[in-house]
């Protein structure tokens, strides 16, 4: 009976001892889930600030910092145009943040030079402007208002000359010749392939669609517009070599003459 007795109450005393150990677990478990819960929330908490703090340090460095500001503009591609005249006339201001910089004002700007066929202005980070210039190159030589000037393949006047430069023909344009001649002619002496071009002497043009080359030898080609110009180029090189003349005529290429007399 006494064994008996102490048995039962040794039981009766582990059931309570059992719910509270699991009592203890299933607070355990349901502390852990709340935790859980905290730090997910605290973890996008945390990376908003993160976000926010590099967000705001970015903004500082590219707007307010002197890390990013201007110090040096870069100037490539000009031979003609010194790298001065390019900045003076780009007007980048040093000193400002690189990022607030106006490129489309300094490519403007410099595009309007007549020296400046095309121009590129772009960052190079952290602090650099870089001014990227193509400049026009001569074709020709014409004189206008007692200047010797340089003219690209496009018609545009951009240059002085000191002289003819050797090998390069001369335009010599008419009263009544306007800019849309001096066009013509530019394309014309663009057509010409190298070993002809050279021997030009100059170019007579009279209006947009009476154009002649005199050649060295003094022999002239009837060019008449600028139009089928490579054709025409084609046609004189083999006409000039097969015919000895001193008046050719390619205006139109598909039938081309020479004569003996203007």
């Known amino acids: 009976m006494g ?3 102490g048995q039962g109450t040794s039981g009766a005393d582990a059931k309570p001892a059992k719910e509270a150990a699991a009592t203890r677990r299933t607070r355990r478990r349901f502390a852990r889930r709340q935790w859980a819960r905290r730090w997910l929330s605290l973890r996008y908490v945390l990376a908003l600030l993160l976000v926010l703090a590099l967000l ?31 900045r003076e006339v780009a007007d980048v201001p040093v000193g400002d943040q690189l990022a607030l910089v106006d490129l489309g004002r300094a490519d403007a700007r410099v595009g309007s030079l007549a020296e400046v066929a095309s121009v590129d202005v772009t960052r190079t980070w952290p602090d650099v402007v870089r001014i990227a210039v193509v400049e026009r190159t001569a074709v020709a030589a014409v004189e206008l208002a007692g200047r010797l000037r340089g003219l690209d393949a496009d018609g545009v006047v951009f240059r002085d000359y000191k002289a003819v430069p050797k090998g390069m023909p001369r335009v010599r344009p008419g009263a009544n010749a306007g800019t849309d001649a ?4 530019a394309t014309v002496v663009s057509a010409l392939p190298d070993d ?5 002497d100059h170019v007579e043009v009279a209006t947009v669609d009476q154009i002649t080359l005199v050649m060295r030898d003094q022999r002239e080609v009837l060019w008449g517009s600028a139009e089928e110009s490579e054709l025409k180029a084609e046609v004189v090189d083999k006409l000039l070599a097969a015919q000895q003349a001193p008046y050719y005529d390619v ?12």
Do not use: I
């Open 3 to 5: 064994r008996d007795g």
């Open 56 to 86: 705001g340090t970015s903004v500082y460095l590219v707007f307010f910092s002197t890390t990013l500001q201007v110090k040096r503009v870069e100037v490539v591609g000009n031979s003609l145009l010194s790298d001065a005249r390019v």
């Open 182 to 185: 001096l066009r013509e002619a």
């Open 196 to 200: 002809l071009v050279t021997r030009v």
């Open 251 to 262: 205006s139109v290429p598909g039938n081309p003459t020479y004569r003996t007399t203007p």
